[in-house]
């Protein structure tokens, strides 16, 4: 199994960067998806996370109006859209899946996820 997350680098204040993850998951449309970032000296933290078909969404307060995930069920990919980035949202990006649907608070909580990729840099400079 694996997850390979690409999209992260360099960006300046204000820029976007579309993250994606490729999963060798199968059935990909039976697992929650989600992001996960975690910045040097802090714990991991949620994201953003999709339902198995897509239809709900959940987003960290810190993501919320500035990022959209989704995913492409036919592709096996989920996406995660950042824009006006700023420095606090530099981190490396980290993909994760768990079988079946999860609840808005469990789907926050990265001890409910079976497979996690190797994560993606992120840098934001001013």
């Known amino acids: 199994v694996q997850l390979v997350e690409s999209g992260g680098g360099l960006v300046q204040t204000g820029g976007s960067l579309r993250l994606s993850c490729a999963a060798s998951?199968?059935?990909?449309?039976?697992?929650?998806m989600a992001w996960f970032r975690q910045a040097p000296g802090k714990e991991r933290e949620f994201a953003a996370g999709?339902?198995?078909?897509?239809?709900?969404?959940y987003y960290a307060d810190s993501m919320k109006g500035r990022s959209t995930i989704s995913r492409d069920n036919a592709k096996n990919t989920t996406y995660l859209q950042m824009n006006t980035l700023k420095g606090d949202d530099s981190a490396v990006y980290y993909c994760a899946a768990r079988l079946g649907p999860a609840a808005s608070w469990t789907v926050r909580q990265p001890a409910g996820y079976q497979y996690w990729g190797r994560g993606t840099q992120v840098t934001v400079s001013s």
């Open positions: 998951i199968r059935p990909f449309s039976t697992y929650t």
């Open positions: 999709i339902s198995e078909s897509g239809g709900y969404t």
